[in-house]
């Protein structure tokens, strides 16, 4: 069968619809331009009530939310997971990297924590606080007026601290902390730890007729229906197709590859249509790839062609190389103090109302860099699990645990509310020997080569998770608790996660001004091919110990400035 | 009409489309907004893959008549009915039944425990289990009910692990259910407007909020008003 190839010439073609194709998308039509964007999964609107599982109760589902078919349970509105059937991914040497993925027009944005930080100055060029891993070839102040807009257009809640590196910005108020926050706040402050608003887009207020103020439901990880959070497709996809954009839009469509002519230069995408299973074509004046760093540089390396035989712009053989994620490490902590709530609506929004910056010297540390801590607690909606060892902690007063009875009620309301847990989120250094490639032995069910990953932390990485795992049981004493599991022992990492877990993929199409030791140029452009872009996260030179998701929007708009003004000038 | 049962009204009935609902937080009188809020009851947001698997699932049958009868007497055991009902109301037998075909690593450790407590009731009192009388069934579960919290629960002997197991399941089904939400007091998932803890809560813990944390805080009565800042940062709205 003959591939079936479009007769249209969009301007641009966009693949992926998360954070960095949706800013892209934007920016394209909003100039004017005609664009497709292509995505691998079905269309999702928030406010769908076929989609949505804003609101609902957990005895709406015979399974109550537990996760067996979505892994942040059932109502996370995330279609894939670790592990999507037909669509495999594979190891080297035993090395261990977890992919989450998620097929659906926004892609992750519709479950994302919203934790939106920008990288502050040192970010750009730690090279030169450290002299490890590679400086940027752009700073703080290239990317700032972009951080700003970012702000303005999407909103973020936060306040200006004037804090060295983490930059002061266009926020909205936050709201107030929690009764477990307050706890965290005194606990914390006795350690001379730290603690400010948070950080995060959620629409606190109005900021334009488009999208409604957030009405405190807790349920960002099920996107919101009033469109009162950023998630790709209410605040950028949708508004560049309300504002008379010419958007196509390419649903349940998997790209394969980029195609060439004999210049070399890229013609369009080939993709696969999952509803026929058939195979397509379209063409374009440029691509964009922000299918995620990972799934881009798969396209990269899978677009072979007798003027590209390393794949598209892998003359440098650095596609794929510097793959890294956040480092995490996690803590739970049982506090009295927070024994015997009352009843009240605390759901707020969703996740933390106050969280704590990366505050130390590493002078003084056995690690470089640094990580933030995120903190979780309250009285949240009953799921899957909630109830279980209803009386585990009476161990921490002598009491008998298990039993039954009418007893078991008064156990769970009494405990309901009392623990407090930490995420701490922290940056590893990027290193070249970890890296995706082609797996040449292994096919997807669309007959595209997967990827096949090797990754390993080092000792860096593994000792700033001691550090947290120390800091979170200080910080547990210190609001008077008891920290809940053993202290994770050298063997087991310090509780250091899997390389991937903490979802924040970066760095395998990086940035850099030399074509020899990078993919793209400082504008997200092949060194090798001028009308190709990357706008997801995949040419982060490094990732901070920020959430990668305000500075793939920030990149991505200034790329996307760039696309345009390039091709007004004829220029590709 | 109490506002908060307003807009649990509305919530609740069964509405597809836009909606006006007035929200406001108990204590704070001056906040008050509204908000377009939709939901449709015959829906909970699954993928037509999950829906499926869902169908397939309840086509199948794991516990037979009388494992389901001994998991309801023991599930009343456990969690014994009060004015907001008990497990039969949270439908905590169908809830079990369909949980261990949604995770099939539960089937041994369940229908295994099942048998393992009628041989011993029978050993014992010389009848199955849910017949024997409730004072009897006491007795022996008082040998399975308690688990040493320092040991991991899957090295704990089989009955201990089952008794657990269908206690866990018991109080997560309950509390899942709309009667077992009832029973625990949860305030939460519907549109409302937060304003921080309220003082006798904050009294009661012994915490207070700073002012100067306060000052940076949204204040509720100007959400609806467009954000507007000046060239540094400075919210003027």
């Given at each position: ?572 | ?59 199948e049958e794991f516990l037979n008549e009388h494992e389901l009868a001994t998991i309801t007497v023991l599930s ?12 039969v109301?949270?439908?905590?037998p169908e809830?079990i039944e369909?949980?261990a ?9 369940l229908r295994?425990?099942l048998m393992?407590?009628d ?9 199955e289990f849910k017949s ?106």
């Amino acid at each position: 069968m003959q591939i079936k190839e479009s007769t249209i010439e969009y301007d641009a073609i966009i693949v992926g619809s998360g954070a960095g194709g949706g800013m892209s998308a934007k920016v394209l039509a909003d100039s004017g331009l005609k664009i497709a964007v292509v995505e691998a999964g079905p269309y999702f609107d928030p406010k769908d009530p076929k989609q949505m599982t804003q609101l609902k109760w957990p005895y709406e589902s015979p399974r109550r939310g537990a996760g067996t078919t979505r892994a942040f349970g059932e109502f996370d509105m995330a279609y894939g997971g670790w592990q999507i059937e037909g669509e495999p991914y594979t190891h080297k040497d035993n090395t261990k990297f977890d992919w989450f993925r998620s097929h659906m027009l926004g892609g992750r944005t519709n479950h994302w924590g919203r934790i939106s930080l920008r990288f502050g100055p040192y970010d750009f060029k730690h090279k030169d606080v450290d002299g490890l891993g590679d400086n940027w070839p752009i700073g703080y102040e290239d990317v700032k007026p972009y951080y700003d807009k970012v702000d303005k257009l999407i909103g973020v809640f936060g306040t200006n601290e004037g804090l060295p590196n983490d930059p002061d910005g266009f926020f909205l108020p936050p709201p107030k902390p929690r009764l477990h926050e307050l706890f965290y706040i005194k606990g914390a402050r006795k350690l001379d730890i730290p603690v400010i608003p948070s950080r995060m887009s959620m629409l606190t207020k109005k900021i334009n007729e488009d999208r409604g103020v957030c009405f405190y439901c807790g349920q960002c990880s099920r996107a919101c229906q009033v469109y009162a959070d950023f998630s790709s497709g209410s605040c950028l996809i949708f508004p560049a197709q309300k504002s008379g954009g010419q958007v196509d839009l390419y649903v349940n469509s998997v790209v394969r590859e980029v195609t060439t002519n004999e210049d070399g230069k890229a013609t369009g995408v080939s993709y696969i249509n999952k509803e026929d299973r058939k195979e397509y074509k379209l063409r374009a004046k440029v691509v964009v790839l922000a299918a995620s760093a990972c799934s881009s540089a798969r396209i990269l390396m899978n677009s072979k062609s007798k003027q590209h035989p390393n794949g598209l712009g892998n003359s440098s053989n650095m596609v794929g190389k510097y793959l890294h994620d956040s480092t995490g490490s996690s803590r739970a902590g049982f506090i009295p103090g927070l024994m015997n709530r009352k009843m009240y609506n605390e759901d707020g929004v969703g996740g933390m109302h106050v969280y704590t910056p990366w505050w130390l010297d590493n002078k003084k540390l056995d690690f470089p860099r640094g990580y933030h801590i995120e903190v979780w607690g309250g009285m949240g909606m009953p799921n899957y699990g909630f109830g279980m060892n209803p009386n585990e902690f009476n161990k921490f007063f002598g009491l008998p645990t298990g039993g039954y009875g009418a007893g078991l009620r008064d156990d769970v309301k009494k405990y309901y509310g009392s623990v407090l847990g930490f995420g701490g989120r922290g940056e590893s250094i990027a290193r070249e020997d970890n890296y995706c490639e082609i797996d040449p032995t292994t096919v997807d069910e669309f007959g595209i080569p997967v990827l096949r990953f090797h990754y390993k932390w080092s000792d860096f990485e593994r000792n700033q998770a001691r550090h947290m795992q120390a800091t979170f049981e200080e910080l547990i004493h210190s609001m008077g608790g008891e920290p809940l599991g053993d202290t994770p022992t050298k063997e087991q990492d310090y509780g250091l996660l899997n390389p991937g877990q903490i979802i924040h993929e970066v760095g395998t199409t990086r940035m850099g001004d030399d074509p020899k030791k990078s993919v793209v140029n400082k504008y997200q452009q092949l060194h090798d091919v001028n009308n190709v872009f990357i706008t997801d996260a995949g040419p982060f030179v490094s990732q901070a110990d920020k959430n990668c998701t305000w500075t793939i929007l920030a990149l991505s708009w200034r790329a996307s400035d760039y696309i345009v003004e390039q091709l007004k000038q004829q220029n590709i | 009409m109490d506002r908060r049962k307003s807009i649990k009204s509305i919530i609740l009935g069964s509405v597809a489309g836009g909606l006006v609902v007035h929200g406001c937080t108990p204590g704070t009188e001056s906040s008050e907004v509204a908000e377009s809020i939709s939901k449709d009851e015959n829906y909970f947001g699954r993928t037509p893959e999950e829906l499926e698997l869902i169908e397939e699932l309840n086509a199948e049958e794991f516990l037979n008549e009388h494992e389901l009868a001994t998991i309801t007497v023991l599930s009343i055991l456990i969690l014994p009915p009060n004015e907001n009902g008990g497990p039969v109301e949270a439908g905590v037998p169908e809830f079990i039944e369909f949980m261990a075909k949604d995770i099939p690593e539960l089937q041994t450790t369940l229908r295994g425990g099942l048998m393992w407590l009628d041989h011993k009731s029978n050993t014992e009192f010389g009848t199955e289990f849910k017949s024997t009388p409730e004072e009897q069934q006491k007795q022996l579960l008082d040998t399975i009910a308690f688990y040493d919290a320092e040991i991991p629960m899957d090295e704990q002997p089989l009955e201990i692990q089952f008794f657990n197991l269908i206690r866990n399941l018991t109080l997560s089904g309950y509390y899942t259910s709309k009667v077992g939400i009832k029973d625990l007091g949860y305030k939460g998932n519907m549109p409302n407007i937060w304003d921080g803890v309220p003082d006798d809560v904050l009294k009661q813990h012994g915490m207070a909020y700073e002012e100067e944390w306060l000052a940076k805080c949204i204040d509720q009565s100007k959400r609806a008003d467009i954000a507007v800042w000046d060239d540094k940062g400075n919210l003027l709205t």
